[in-house]
């Protein structure tokens, strides 16, 4: 094992569902689905295992992954906001919200910023087109005022101005808004509707199959997945996350995305 890995799971522990992470989880960012992880998840599923993605990407960028894992079911996308099926693909439930108090509040502060919003089908309407697939595969390139006609699932900001100092004090000021933001190669922040996260959504999922919290297993790397670590019967972070999401897992398993699933995958069905 990776020397980051810590894995140990509780002894006749068997789950009912597990709920997987996709990027810097199943694969390096944006990157491709290795065969290790492949066949760990087709050996879990032919054990009587629901496998689910929990991810922050959209439905068009979520499907992809879920098909070269052989995976046909259920996802979670858009952290939490969007309950979707592979095959077909479509949306079940989406979590929405009125995004123009939030924009309108941000636009005075953040006048250069790039803003998207994401509707509850995964279709991007941005202010400016940035990345590769960076929000999804529908985008369309709008003026701002359009962003605020209808509901959304999601409201993304992305500034080159604030890669020094974030959006940390902009975001104390969000409100109750569920909030992830971060630096990269530029300062990003994501906002979802209200007490929305990748948890809730799999709670509702589990209300639906009929499935006992207590008997799924989640793993994730991110900030986004801390409720769900914590929601699910055993959460398991990846060795490359954070100390604070490593403090909300049961354990740690291998850093390397793909590798470190399997291994908890195999060590489930040692």
Same mark, same amino acid.
Not at 42 to 59: C, E, F, K, P
Not at 123 to 146: C, P, Q, Y
């Given at each position: 094992?990776?020397?980051?890995?810590?894995?140990?799971?509780?002894?006749?522990?068997?789950?009912?569902?597990? #709920? !997987?992470?996709?990027?810097?989880?199943? @694969?390096?960012?944006?990157?491709?689905?290795?065969?290790?992880?492949?066949?760990?998840?087709?050996?879990?599923?032919?054990?009587?295992?629901?496998?689910? !993605?929990?991810?922050?990407?959209?439905?068009? @960028?979520?499907?992809?992954?879920?098909? #070269?894992?052989?995976?046909?079911?259920?996802?979670? $996308?858009?952290?939490?906001?969007?309950?979707?099926?592979?095959?077909?693909? @479509?949306?079940?439930?989406?979590?929405?919200?009125?995004?123009?108090?939030?924009?309108?509040?941000?636009?005075?502060?953040?006048?250069?910023?790039?803003?998207?919003?994401?509707?509850?089908?995964?279709?991007?309407?941005?202010?400016?087109?940035?990345?590769?697939?960076? !929000?999804?595969?529908?985008?369309?390139?709008?003026?701002?005022?359009?962003?605020?006609?209808?509901?959304?699932?999601? !409201? *993304?900001?992305?500034?080159?101005?604030?890669?020094?100092?974030?959006?940390?004090?902009?975001?104390?000021?969000?409100?109750?808004?569920? *909030?992830?933001?971060?630096?990269?190669?530029?300062?990003?922040?994501?906002?979802?509707? *209200?007490?929305?996260?990748?948890? @809730?959504?799999?709670?509702?999922? $589990?209300?639906?199959?009929?499935?006992?919290?207590?008997?799924?297993?989640?793993?994730?790397?991110?900030?986004?997945?801390?409720?769900?670590?914590?929601?699910?019967?055993?959460?398991?972070?990846?060795?490359?996350?954070?100390?604070?999401?490593?403090?909300?897992?049961?354990?740690?398993?291998?850093?390397?995305?793909?590798?470190? *699933?399997?291994?908890?995958?195999?060590?489930?069905?040692?």
């Amino acid at each position: 094992m990776n020397k980051m890995s810590q894995l140990t799971l509780p002894v006749d522990f068997f789950p009912e569902l597990i #709920a !997987l992470d996709i990027d810097d989880t199943i @694969t390096e960012h944006m990157g491709n689905v290795g065969e290790r992880v492949i066949d760990a998840v087709a050996a879990i599923r032919a054990a009587g295992v629901q496998v689910v !993605l929990a991810t922050g990407r959209s439905i068009s @960028t979520t499907t992809p992954v879920g098909r #070269a894992l052989g995976l046909d079911g259920w996802v979670v $996308c858009s952290n939490g906001a969007v309950l979707a099926t592979i095959e077909p693909e @479509t949306v079940i439930d989406a979590i929405t919200f009125d995004p123009k108090p939030v924009l309108d509040q941000l636009i005075q502060q953040l006048p250069d910023a790039i803003y998207a919003v994401e509707d509850a089908n995964g279709i991007f309407l941005t202010t400016k087109t940035f990345g590769a697939n960076a !929000l999804g595969m529908s985008v369309r390139e709008v003026s701002f005022d359009h962003l605020t006609v209808n509901p959304a699932v999601r !409201l *993304v900001v992305r500034s080159e101005d604030h890669r020094e100092d974030g959006f940390g004090e902009i975001v104390k000021q969000m409100g109750l808004h569920s *909030v992830i933001f971060g630096i990269g190669d530029v300062a990003w922040m994501d906002i979802g509707p *209200v007490g929305v996260n990748k948890a @809730t959504m799999l709670a509702e999922l $589990c209300k639906r199959l009929d499935v006992n919290p207590a008997k799924t297993l989640a793993i994730g790397d991110f900030v986004n997945d801390i409720e769900m670590l914590k929601w699910a019967g055993v959460g398991v972070a990846m060795g490359s996350a954070s100390p604070a999401v490593m403090a909300a897992a049961d354990t740690i398993t291998s850093a390397t995305p793909g590798i470190g *699933v399997a291994e908890v995958l195999d060590a489930l069905l040692a």
